[in-house]
């Protein structure tokens, strides 16, 4: 979520979350068991919404060990659940992720003999995945409720070859102001991943409304609020907005897997998918949002290939009154292959490629 944390900090803001921070690639906010499957129904931006058990710094093991070990583990994990252990350390004094995972797992068991008074733990119920994160000698520990991450909306069991993530999709949704009247375009549309997200939001289908969560399971969660959350975003859905998309691609074969993945979604009907080159495109109506993901050398293409698409785009992408185009690439001469100036740059992260997002809506 590296470039997208102020989307997510107001996304999370609207849902009714308090307390909300963005920091580098992680936002902090606080709320109740409503407020956490809330936002893992409905956000189209985060990956993973974690429950954040202690932070503190450590500069040892034996200061891992004790300062894991104080943490009220037992609120959350019951006697017989599982609580495997993963994490990232990046520049600090404890640099061995295996070591690190079998101190704080020790830990935690130690703790919970104290509350449970059991000397073995069968490990046969619900899971509680815990996950560290050691940056600079600090170290965040915290309970992971969602499972899977949050971009497995459950449409897209295929993709083309070089797919964008649906977060990152519904990031260029949301940097594109789309809404439920919209028309959008994506001339590069591949699996369809751009438009079903931009479908979704103007229907205000929730993402994650029809998958399961790791809190599915949980003992502490009621299942009344899950319920109620479920119904009320179920609820909200809307099906008569005026909303439409139009995809094409060259590749028939991704353009099939784009339709699939449109009905899986339940928003086949606001979509529209046909054979074309990008050299043929044209934004038909008075009022378009063209977004898109185009292939580059990293990905699908040789440089030379991506270059030339590029300079196409730019003799495509027409300035209209009532049109804007958003490109992201990691291209840094984009602007002079496309023979404009953005008016509008930001910085993103497509996996791990840096990329630009180059907006157009003068």
């Known amino acids: ?27 902090f906010f606080e709320g109740d068991e409503h407020i956490l499957v809330r936002a893992n129904i409905k956000s189209r931006l985060a990956e993973r919404i974690l429950i954040v058990m202690g932070i503190f710094k450590a500069f040892s093991f034996d200061e891992l060990f004790e300062k894991t070990k ?102 260029l949704v949301e940097l594109s102001k789309v809404r439920s009247s919209h028309t959008v375009y994506d001339p590069m549309c591949g699996s369809g991943t751009i438009l079903i997200e931009a479908a979704m939001k103007a229907m205000n289908i929730a993402p994650g409304l029809n998958r399961k969560f790791a809190f599915d399971d ?24 005026e909303f439409i998309g139009f995809g094409s691609d060259i ?39 063209v977004i898109c993901n185009p292939p580059y050398g990293e990905r699908l293409l040789t440089a030379s290939e991506a270059t030339k698409i590029y300079k196409t785009m730019g003799n495509v992408f027409i300035p209209k009154p009532h049109h804007s185009y958003t490109i992201i690439t990691p291209e840094d001469s984009f602007e002079q292959l496309f023979g404009r100036k953005a008016d509008k740059r930001r910085k993103l992260y497509n996996g791990t490629i840096p990329c630009q997002v180059y907006m157009y809506f003068r």
């Open 1 to 27: 979520m590296l470039g997208i944390e102020g989307l997510l900090a107001n996304e999370l803001r609207f849902m009714g979350a308090e307390n909300v921070t963005a920091e580098n690639g992680r936002v």
């Open 251 to 289: 590749d028939k074969f991704a353009l099939r897997t784009a339709i699939e993945n449109a009905e899986k979604a339940g928003v086949k009907d606001k979509l529209r998918f046909e054979k074309k080159d990008i050299k043929d495109f044209v934004a038909s109506n008075e009022y378009a949002t």
């Open 218 to 241: 949980w003992k502490n969660i009621d299942k009344a609020v899950i319920s109620s959350e479920r119904q009320t975003a179920h609820a909200d859905i809307r099906t008569d907005c």
């Open 70 to 171: 104080a943490l009220e583990w037992d609120i959350l994990i019951g006697k017989n659940d599982k609580f495997p252990v993963a994490g990232r350390s990046l520049d600090s004094k404890l640099t061995s992720i295996p070591d690190c995972q079998k101190i704080i797992k020790k830990a935690i068991v130690e703790k919970m003999k104290q509350k449970y008074n059991i000397q073995i733990f069968p490990e046969t119920g619900s899971t509680y995945q815990v996950r560290f994160l050691i940056l600079k000698n600090s170290v965040i520990l915290m309970i992971d409720t969602s499972g899977t991450g949050l971009h497995k909306r459950g449409y897209r069991e295929n993709a083309n070859d070089a797919p964008i993530k649906e977060t990152l999709a519904a990031a």
